[in-house]
Nanobody, 128 residues
Framework: QVQLVESGGGLVQAGGSLRLSCAASGRTFSSSAMGWFRQVPGKEREFVAAISWSASSTFNADSVKGRFTISRDNVKNMVYLQMNSLESEDTALYYC?????????????????????WGQGTQVTVSS
């Protein structure tokens, strides 16, 4: 079991930056790929970024490439999403997610079903 708690959301002006954090509990964190998703009301939850369990590989959605960076600290059981050059289209509820231990690191990492555990979300609002 992995429990996830997001923090760091808030209101920021377009062009600004925010850093989201995700605190994980559970013995399998260091062997679990992690991801960030986002959702706006009335739309599907959208993949943002993922990182392998060893942090050797990351993968971003095209919409955030060059602006967002995912990272993790397996000693502190933390995952981060550094968001720069924020745009109004980035406004959403951001979720942290954990895959099952040693899940295959393949193309399915961008799919919701790849992840077994989810946090409650943290709101990011970008004003234009």
């Amino acid at each position: 079991q992995v429990q996830l708690v997001e923090s760091g959301g808030g209101l920021v002006q377009a062009g600004g930056s925010l850093r989201l954090s995700c605190a994980a509990s559970g013995r399998t964190f260091s062997s679990s790929a992690m991801g960030w998703f986002r959702q706006v009301p009335g739309k599907e939850r959208e993949f943002v970024a993922a990182i392998s369990w060893s942090a050797s590989s990351t993968f971003n959605a095209d919409s955030v490439k060059g602006r967002f960076t995912i990272s993790r600290d397996n000693v502190k059981n933390m995952v981060y999403l550094q968001m720069n050059s924020l745009e109004s289209e980035d406004t959403a509820l951001y979720y942290c997610a954990a895959a099952r231990s040693y899940a295959r690191w393949g193309t399915e990492r961008r799919l919701r079903d790849y992840y077994a555990y989810w946090g409650q979300g943290t709101q990011v609002t970008v004003s234009s």
